[in-house]
Nanobody, 124 residues
Framework: QVPLGESGGGLVQTGGSLRLSCAAS????????MGWFRQAPGKEREFVAA????????WYGDSVKGRFAASRDNAKNTVYLQMNSLKPEDTALYYC?????????????????WGQGTQVTVSS
């Protein structure tokens, strides 16, 4: 699936929730798994979550386990990231992209295009 764009970001208070969406095109098969990454200003890009389109298996980064939940709707070619108990350190630009396994981690599919991302800002 090729991501078409992220949406759903916004400004929320600490402890609040947001749901991000990522629509994908089914016309070009690229990877079975869609990943979410985030990047805050001055920080390295961080893996957030990944979900397999076929079986729904999910993986999470350590910093979001127990708070975030990835899901998908195959009929709509869309993946979601439900973010609960948000913290100021969750503030970042969030992206979705096809991913492939690299060792014990998930990495962006080589040559995949990053979208514009959706900004999540959590106020303290």
């Amino acid at each position: 699936q090729v991501p078409l764009g992220e949406s759903g970001g916004g400004l929320v208070q600490t402890g609040g929730s947001l749901r991000l969406s990522c629509a994908a095109s089914g016309r070009a098969f690229s990877s079975d798994t869609m990943g979410w990454f985030r990047q805050a200003p001055g920080k390295e890009r961080e893996f957030v979550a990944a979900i397999n389109w076929k079986n729904g298996f999910v993986w999470y980064g350590d910093s979001v386990k127990g708070r975030f939940a990835a899901s998908r709707d195959n009929a709509k070619n869309t993946v979601y990231l439900q973010m609960n108990s948000l913290k100021p350190e969750d503030t970042a630009l969030y992206y979705c992209i096809s991913v492939v396994p690299r060792g014990s981690k998930w990495a962006p599919l080589p040559n995949a295009n990053w979208g514009q991302g959706t900004q999540v800002t959590v106020s303290s």
